[in-house]
């Protein structure tokens, strides 16, 4: 009647395993502890139950203090211990590895677009290849979604006007759910997708056949010069005569800004993002706040991919030229793309 | 016994003080002000209930088939509303404590008795409020008013219910203040806070809760309604407001707003467990004392709401390990209940039996709060069924488990009457056996991934969405019971005596129903609580 009627979700990610374990503890510890207080009960209620010759419980004035340390050091003991072993996983749910490839996600009432470094687009369906992490900074362009994929375990809330990121690496190829879980509105239960876990040589070969794209860095570096980004952004190209007007975005992500005020800020999407919506928010040391605000004037996949062209900028790039082309100097960014 | 001679009640007492409308509507008295909270708090729990179920039907099949999607939110939305803030957190301090504060110390009122009935007319305001605002077309926010969905997209009444919720908010804050000023200042002579039932500390917590927290969930609803009206900044990104912020505003009442929902239940069944078990509780200073951790505690852990809202992986982990703080006053108390059985002499009465199955639903409760609150699980199951099972496991397994358990054992002096006790049983079983089979297969749902709040769903989730709705129409009619003989008890039911339980406590030393101010002579304490020794005309000993 019912051919699919599972107890236990799909492992599918790196870490599912790891969270899996974390809950089967915590399921051992609570089953011991419900099976302790609910046999005690039990055995009470039979053995102790109101005779004629036993109407008043015991008056025996026992010593209490050695017990209440007792039971409340032992469960704070086993609290702790699991919160440091739920904190070990969470590191590994949050921290994505270092050669993790980055998608990017838009949420909108109600659907799910996922862009891949290549340029792919899909709606409410993801191809991702087996055994490789994939980082998707998200953002949403109404309400608080969420996005969350069971069998990897993983799950985060996408905000409007912030990114928020989710990584993963899929170990079993398949197709899982994916769930919008933040309420959203009326469509919220029809926020859903399919993540298609591939073998990486049949991801190759899905990008392969008629997927078209222009690769993120390289429209993000139209996008530089659509939006004269660079006539203040110069970087290599700043002369004398013509002095740049803003810092140079050569090799920027990943480092520590320093501010004008002091302190510092470490240059994340996050921070491009606020830098190109919000120019006055972090003014950069030795520099004018005579940035204007892009608010209002590119979409957030626009957004995305400008971000994705500025990490992709090694230190000594020259910028994309007018037309678009990525810059000659030093290593070209669009031959990363793939 | 003779139905007839046993049906006269002690005269004078509080209900045949006047029988007019007017002196119900206008009453000062901490005794029948809890009548008319009673008599509200069950019209929205019938509705809140009502809601529910026709969630849990449209839940039966995996296609949205039998309302629009539009309707199901509107229905978990204002089952939550109401249930949280017109049921949950009035029903035992409003109706039991209310009733049970003075007459457990010994005072004729409370020390405001006029405040006591300002918070009901406020609590009936907010609470017509939002019935008006159901009737208008309702609201789909859920009970949460996330933004920016409930001040930018929500084409619902949004404003005209948090208004309600936010008047009724008053009330609470003032049924606090009352409780306070009451317990510091008209305990009976000889009573000291150590002599005190371990219900009054409960409920000594549970109002520096509705007091400290209340008006930041006030202030938070109206900006909610400000930022909506007026289009000011405050949670929308596109006005430059942070949306997130509203979490944390939201949480830092509704997380404590959880042991206002709690607290005074587990003040109820620590009364239940000494009764029924003829014994002091084991532990009392500790039992007292968690309660107060609790509520301190309870103001700190918010942020565990909030694992996967895009706050710091830090932040995450502090509010982690805060958590784990409040389960140890928590399991304190379970164990010291469990050990106030041992040796005791046990009745099975139905209010133990409520009082048992509370212990048993909020331990299973607790431990999953306790899992939900490791970070590296509430990854996965945050809003999936997992964490609807669990804070149900907490708020109608272990919130309305005890006023449930409370109200059978304190009928009898609040009416002066006895219900049936084989249908009492019966219905106790009933809401046991209902409870788990709604709520237990909502567990294994969320760990496999199916979402909160969703109209339609996989179908390979329709098994156990099908156990749940057959569980929730066994608690239903389980529900339905004790209103009907409860009520059938106010005609036919036996005098009750002024001790039916054998019973110890202040309130047990006056006539049932009492009068007017409760004692003809004002009590003088002279030992601890739980006292069992001059227990005398108990009904029901075996």
């Given at each position: 009647?019912?051919?699919?009627?599972?107890?236990?979700?799909?492992?599918?990610?790196?870490?599912?395993?790891?969270?899996?374990?974390?809950?089967?503890?915590?399921?051992?510890?609570?089953?011991?502890?419900?099976?302790?207080?609910?046999?005690?009960?039990?055995?009470?209620?039979?053995?102790?139950?109101?005779?004629?010759?036993?109407?008043?419980?015991?008056?025996?004035?026992?010593?209490?203090?050695?017990?209440?340390?007792?039971?409340?050091?032992?469960?704070?003991?086993?609290?702790?211990?699991?919160?440091?072993?739920?904190?070990?996983?969470?590191?590994?749910?949050m921290?994505?590895?270092?050669?993790?490839?980055?998608?990017?996600?838009?949420?909108?009432?109600?659907?799910?677009?996922?862009?891949?470094?290549?340029?792919?687009?899909?709606?409410?369906?993801l191809?991702v290849?087996?055994?490789?992490?994939?980082?998707?900074?998200?953002?949403?362009?109404d309400?608080?979604?969420s996005?969350?994929?069971?069998?990897?375990?993983?799950?985060?809330?996408?905000?409007?006007?912030?990114y928020?990121?989710?990584?993963?690496?899929?170990?079993?190829?398949?197709?899982?759910?994916?769930?919008?879980?933040?309420?959203?509105?009326?469509?919220?239960?029809?926020?859903?997708?399919?993540?298609?876990?591939?073998?990486?040589?049949?991801?190759?070969?899905?990008?392969?056949?008629?997927?078209?794209?222009?690769?993120?860095?390289?429209?993000?570096?139209?996008?530089?010069g659509?939006?004269?980004?660079?006539?203040?952004?110069?970087?290599?190209?700043?002369?004398?005569?013509?002095?740049a007007?803003?810092?140079?975005?050569?090799?920027?992500?990943?480092?520590?800004?320093?501010?004008?005020?002091?302190?510092?800020?470490?240059?994340?999407?996050?921070?491009?993002?606020?830098?190109?919506?919000?120019?006055?928010?972090?003014?950069?040391?030795?520099?004018?706040?005579?940035?204007?605000?892009f608010?209002?004037?590119?979409?957030?996949?626009?957004?995305?991919?400008?971000?994705?062209?500025?990490?992709?900028?090694?230190?000594?790039?020259?910028?994309?030229?007018?037309?678009?082309a990525?810059?000659?100097?030093?290593?070209s960014?669009a031959?990363?793309?793939? | 016994?003779?139905?007839?001679?046993?049906?006269?009640?002690?005269?004078?007492?509080?209900?045949?003080?006047?029988?007019t409308?007017?002196?119900?509507?206008?009453?000062?008295?901490?005794?029948?002000?809890?009548?008319?909270?009673?008599?509200?708090?069950?019209?929205?729990?019938?509705?809140?209930?009502?809601?529910?179920?026709?969630?849990?039907?449209e839940?039966?099949?995996?296609?949205?088939?039998?309302v629009?999607?539009?309707?199901?939110?509107?229905?978990?939305t204002?089952?939550?509303?109401?249930?949280?803030?017109?049921?949950l957190?009035?029903?035992?301090?409003?109706?039991?404590?209310?009733?049970?504060?003075?007459?457990?110390?010994?005072?004729?009122?409370?020390?405001?008795?006029?405040?006591?009935?300002?918070?009901?007319?406020?609590?009936?305001?907010?609470?017509?409020?939002?019935?008006a605002?159901?009737?208008?077309?309702?609201?789909?926010?859920g009970?949460?008013?996330?933004?920016?969905?409930?001040?930018?997209?929500?084409?619902?009444?949004?404003?005209?219910?948090?208004?309600?919720?936010?008047?009724?908010?008053?009330?609470s804050?003032?049924?606090?203040?009352n409780f306070?000023?009451?317990?510091?200042?008209?305990?009976a002579?000889?009573?000291?806070?150590?002599?005190?039932?371990?219900?009054?500390?409960?409920?000594?917590?549970?109002?520096?809760?509705?007091?400290?927290?209340?008006?930041v969930?006030?202030?938070?609803?109206?900006?909610?309604?400000?930022?909506?009206?007026?289009h000011?900044?405050?949670?929308?990104?596109?006005?430059?407001?942070d949306?997130?912020?509203?979490?944390?505003?939201?949480?830092?009442?509704?997380?404590?707003?959880?042991?206002?929902?709690?607290?005074?239940?587990?003040?109820?069944?620590?009364?239940?467990?000494?009764?029924?078990?003829?014994k002091?509780?084991?532990?009392?200073?500790?039992?007292?004392?968690?309660?107060?951790?609790?509520?301190?505690?309870?103001?700190?852990v918010w942020?565990?709401?909030?694992?996967?809202?895009?706050?710091?992986?830090?932040?995450?982990?502090?509010?982690?390990?805060?958590?784990?703080?409040?389960?140890?006053?928590?399991?304190?108390?379970?164990?010291?209940?469990?050990?106030?059985?041992?040796?005791?002499?046990?009745?099975?009465?139905?209010?133990?039996?409520?009082?048992?199955?509370?212990?048993?639903?909020?331990?299973?409760?607790?431990l999953?709060?306790?899992m939900?609150?490791?970070?590296?699980?509430d990854?996965?199951?945050h809003?999936?069924?997992?964490?609807?099972?669990?804070?149900?496991?907490?708020?109608?397994?272990?919130?309305?488990?005890?006023?449930?358990?409370?109200?059978?054992?304190?009928?009898?002096?609040?009416?002066?009457?006895?219900?049936?006790?084989?249908?009492?049983?019966?219905?106790?079983?009933?809401?046991?056996?209902?409870?788990?089979?709604?709520?237990?297969?909502?567990?294994?749902?969320?760990y496999?991934?199916?979402?909160?709040?969703?109209?339609?769903?996989?179908?390979?989730?329709?098994?156990?969405?099908?156990?749940?709705?057959?569980?929730?129409?066994?608690?239903?009619?389980?529900?339905?019971f004790?209103?009907?003989?409860?009520?059938?008890?106010?005609?036919?039911?036996?005098?009750?005596?002024?001790?039916?339980?054998?019973?110890?406590?202040?309130?047990?030393?006056?006539?049932?129903?009492?009068?007017?101010?409760?004692?003809?002579?004002?009590?003088?304490?002279?030992?601890?609580?739980?006292?069992?020794?001059?227990?005398?005309?108990?009904?029901?000993?075996?």
């Amino acid at each position: 009647m019912w051919p699919n009627f599972p107890l236990f979700p799909d492992a599918a990610s790196s870490v599912a395993r790891e969270v899996d374990a974390l809950y089967l503890g915590w399921l051992a510890i609570s089953l011991f502890f419900s099976l302790l207080i609910g046999a005690l009960i039990v055995v009470f209620f039979m053995k102790y139950r109101r005779r004629a010759w036993r109407r008043f419980g015991s008056t025996a004035d026992i010593k209490t203090l050695p017990v209440e340390v007792t039971w409340s050091v032992i469960p704070l003991v086993i609290a702790l211990s699991m919160f440091a072993w739920g904190a070990k996983v969470f590191f590994d749910q949050m921290r994505p590895p270092a050669d993790a490839v980055g998608f990017y996600g838009v949420a909108k009432q109600w659907m799910w677009k996922f862009q891949h470094p290549e340029g792919v687009r899909e709606i409410n369906a993801l191809h991702v290849p087996v055994g490789q992490p994939i980082q998707i900074t998200l953002t949403s362009e109404d309400v608080i979604h969420s996005l969350f994929i069971p069998a990897f375990r993983v799950k985060t809330d996408v905000l409007p006007g912030r990114y928020t990121t989710l990584w993963f690496e899929a170990t079993k190829p398949g197709e899982y759910h994916l769930f919008c879980t933040e309420y959203c509105g009326t469509e919220h239960s029809r926020m859903i997708g399919t993540v298609y876990a591939l073998a990486p040589e049949d991801y190759e070969t899905w990008l392969a056949t008629g997927r078209t794209g222009v690769p993120l860095r390289v429209s993000g570096g139209e996008l530089f010069g659509r939006f004269a980004c660079d006539t203040c952004h110069r970087m290599e190209r700043a002369t004398p005569e013509l002095p740049a007007r803003g810092p140079s975005l050569a090799g920027l992500f990943g480092t520590e800004v320093e501010l004008v005020g002091g302190g510092t800020v470490t240059a994340d999407e996050t921070y491009l993002r606020r830098s190109i919506l919000e120019p006055q928010a972090h003014v950069v040391a030795g520099w004018q706040p005579i940035m204007p605000t892009f608010k209002g004037q590119m979409s957030e996949e626009q957004l995305n991919a400008l971000v994705d062209y500025v990490k992709s900028l090694p230190a000594g790039t020259q910028t994309a030229d007018e037309d678009g082309a990525p810059g000659a100097a030093g290593e070209s960014p669009a031959s990363n793309a793939g | 016994m003779s139905t007839s001679a046993a049906t006269a009640l002690p005269e004078p007492n509080y209900l045949s003080a006047g029988w007019t409308l007017r002196s119900w509507l206008l009453t000062k008295d901490h005794k029948r002000i809890a009548i008319l909270y009673m008599v509200s708090v069950t019209l929205f729990f019938v509705l809140g209930g009502v809601f529910a179920f026709l969630a849990r039907l449209e839940l039966l099949t995996p296609a949205g088939d039998m309302v629009t999607a539009d309707v199901y939110n509107r229905l978990f939305t204002m089952h939550g509303v109401i249930m949280v803030f017109f049921f949950l957190i009035p029903s035992v301090p409003a109706v039991l404590g209310n009733f049970l504060v003075p007459l457990m110390i010994g005072a004729k009122d409370l020390a405001f008795p006029r405040i006591n009935l300002l918070s009901w007319y406020l609590f009936m305001i907010g609470g017509t409020i939002t019935v008006a605002a159901i009737l208008l077309g309702g609201v789909d926010t859920g009970w949460t008013f996330y933004t920016p969905y409930s001040t930018v997209y929500s084409n619902s009444h949004v404003v005209l219910t948090v208004i309600g919720v936010f008047i009724n908010g008053f009330s609470s804050i003032l049924t606090g203040l009352n409780f306070i000023v009451t317990i510091h200042r008209m305990r009976a002579p000889g009573l000291t806070w150590f002599r005190l039932p371990l219900f009054i500390w409960a409920h000594y917590a549970t109002s520096l809760i509705m007091i400290l927290g209340t008006p930041v969930v006030a202030i938070t609803l109206l900006l909610v309604a400000v930022e909506r009206l007026l289009h000011l900044g405050i949670f929308d990104p596109a006005l430059g407001g942070d949306p997130v912020l509203f979490q944390h505003l939201f949480w830092f009442y509704s997380h404590p707003a959880v042991y206002i929902m709690i607290l005074p239940s587990m003040g109820v069944v620590s009364e239940l467990i000494a009764a029924f078990a003829r014994k002091k509780v084991f532990g009392y200073h500790f039992v007292a004392f968690a309660s107060i951790a609790i509520a301190i505690l309870g103001f700190l852990v918010w942020g565990h709401h909030l694992f996967v809202s895009g706050q710091s992986t830090y932040a995450g982990l502090v509010f982690s390990v805060l958590s784990m703080l409040v389960a140890i006053p928590s399991a304190v108390k379970v164990f010291n209940w469990t050990a106030t059985l041992h040796q005791g002499s046990i009745s099975r009465e139905t209010p133990m039996l409520y009082a048992l199955g509370f212990i048993g639903l909020f331990t299973i409760g607790g431990l999953t709060g306790v899992m939900l609150a490791t970070t590296g699980i509430d990854v996965h199951v945050h809003d999936t069924y997992f964490v609807v099972a669990h804070f149900h496991y907490i708020m109608v397994g272990g919130a309305i488990m005890g006023y449930l358990g409370g109200l059978h054992y304190w009928w009898p002096k609040i009416t002066g009457r006895l219900y049936p006790r084989f249908w009492s049983k019966i219905s106790a079983l009933l809401v046991f056996i209902g409870f788990n089979l709604t709520f237990f297969p909502q567990f294994i749902l969320g760990y496999l991934g199916m979402p909160r709040r969703y109209w339609s769903y996989p179908e390979e989730f329709q098994v156990l969405n099908v156990l749940s709705t057959a569980g929730a129409t066994i608690l239903g009619v389980g529900y339905v019971f004790p209103l009907v003989y409860l009520l059938y008890s106010l005609r036919r039911g036996a005098a009750a005596g002024d001790n039916p339980w054998g019973a110890a406590g202040l309130e047990w030393e006056t006539t049932s129903p009492p009068p007017t101010f409760n004692f003809e002579h004002e009590p003088v304490v002279t030992g601890g609580p739980y006292d069992f020794t001059n227990v005398k005309e108990a009904l029901f000993d075996e």
